[in-house]
């Protein structure tokens, strides 16, 4: 099943606008991770939040966490054209469930020139 | 790059047969793990190899059957296809179990389509 939910599901801007993409999930996680997916091929990994982290910041990425509300935002500053893109995130319970990620349905990100 | 190759890139199967997709991982990861991704869907797991041992399995079929050599590479197989197989296969590499909260690297998937 689908733990994580994206919002919004699409997101439009203009080249130079910030783009912030929410995520919600039900379980407990160990860690938190945002991947982005370009045309349908394989994923790159953005980046990693942990369990005990609030916060973390990767170039033109923050990422936040809020495990007591149980969601994550991802906030790209100055977006281009190349940031089109879908964004998913993926939690990692953990445990015995180290490295099985569980996704959520996605943000479709287009980024106008 | 990621290091993670997936092969083929593209295939298409007629309803009933068996397909064999193969993944090469990262050098230095030893689990590796299988992911279909329906159009417009996230991701979903199918299942983990770790030191060549299936370590969990999602909410697919035993038809989707999977092995794991001793280069760490690994094979994912589906038997009697159905249409609803058809999807992008994505291979991810990660470090060893216990090293935990580090990233998976993913391949570029094999395009399935049944027809």
């Known amino acids: 099943s689908q733990q994580g939910e994206e919002d919004p599901q699409a997101l439009s801007i203009q080249e130079g606008e910030n783009a912030t993409m929410n995520c919600s999930y039900k379980?407990?996680?160990?860690?938190l991770q945002w991947y982005r997916q370009n045309s349908g091929r394989g994923l790159v990994h953005l980046i990693l939040?942990?369990?005990?982290?609030r916060e973390k910041h990767s170039g033109r990425l923050r990422v936040t966490l809020d495990t007591s509300k149980k969601s994550s935002s991802l906030l790209i500053t100055a977006s281009r054209a190349a940031d089109t893109a879908s964004y998913f995130c993926?939690?990692?319970?953990?445990?015995?469930?180290?490295?099985?990620?569980?996704f959520g349905q996605g943000t479709i990100l287009t980024v106008h020139p | 790059e990621t290091g993670v190759t997936q092969s083929p890139t593209h295939l298409i199967k007629t309803r009933g047969q068996q397909v064999t997709l193969r993944c090469s991982s990262q050098?230095?990861?030893?689990?590796v793990s299988w992911y279909q991704q329906a159009l417009g869907q996230g991701p979903q797991f199918i299942f983990q190899y770790y030191r060549e041992e299936e370590n969990g399995r999602g909410n697919f079929p035993p038809r989707f059957s999977g092995l794991q050599f001793p280069n760490y590479s690994s094979e994912l197989n589906v038997n009697a296809l159905e249409l609803d197989d058809s999807a992008l296969y994505l291979c991810?590499?990660?470090?060893?179990?216990?090293?935990?909260?580090?990233?998976?690297?993913f391949g570029q998937g094999t395009r399935l389509t049944v027809v």
């Open positions: 050098s230095g990861h030893n689990t």
């Open positions: 991810a590499s990660s470090g060893p179990t216990g090293a935990e909260n580090t990233e998976a690297f």
């Open positions: 939040i942990r369990s005990n982290e």
């Open positions: 379980t407990s996680i160990n860690n």
């Open positions: 993926a939690t990692d319970a953990g445990g015995t469930s180290y490295g099985k990620l569980t």
